[in-house]
């Protein structure tokens, strides 16, 4: 089908069986996506006569089988950050399409959840709150550099929107706040303003978290709006929250 696909499908879910530990589920985004694009794109190679065919995820999430979610990881705030740092690593390796599976859902009989928003309340999951924050992200990548473990302790991404606003998205994965100085390379010494909106939680295994400082914000979030920072110097100097996804 090389010459007539219009897209390839792949569908990716971090587990088959419930992972050991918490510590594993956080690392996997940054070691599945960049194997798995370079063996696609070799197939491609070889079988497709070289044309560039996009590559679409057409469902992914954190566990194949609900009856092997026992502990209802994906329900839980450790699925909120593996959810956004695999939609970062997505974006870095070229995937064109990308859908959670899935918005709305009904739990299995041991609780756990594949969907965004309970079908029976809408109550929102934790997971949730990853997709209003990469929506505000921007259109475009932009290099970065961290000195920080991005398996085990905090992942970031910089990005621009189309108005050229700058971006950075920021994921905590420890428990512990995180102080760290941000060098935006030939941009102003001083912005217009800037502005942070952050989704946190107070452990990985917790089923409730907060948006911008409220717990159960209006169906558009307008009543948790972004706190705009007192210091928008570049460098620019933040404490990223323990456990939390941060849109800077």
Known sequence: ????????????YGFF?????????????????????????ASITQLANGRSIPIAVTEYNLLSFQDADNEQLMTRAVNMLYLADTIGQMATHGFAIANQWNLINGQAENGTDYGLLHADTFARY??????????QFGTQLLPVVSP??????????????????????AINKTGEPITSDIQFLNAPELF??????????DSLDSQTVTFNGSTNPADDLADAPATLLESANNPLSYT???YSVTLI
């Open 17 to 41: 069986e419930a992972p050991a530990n918490e510590t594993a589920v956080l690392a996997l985004p940054q070691t599945v996506w960049g194997p798995k694009m370079a063996d696609i794109q």
């Open 126 to 135: 934790p997971q949730y709150y990853v997709f209003p924050l990469w929506a």
């Open 1 to 12: 089908a090389g010459e007539v696909m219009d897209f390839y499908v792949i569908h990716e």
């Open 148 to 169: 920080y473990a991005s398996d085990s302790t905090l992942s970031v991404y910089a990005g621009k929107r189309e108005d050229n606003t700058l971006s950075l998205l």
């Open 240 to 242: 990223f929250a323990p």
């Open 192 to 201: 217009s303003s800037a502005t942070v909106n952050v989704v946190q939680a």
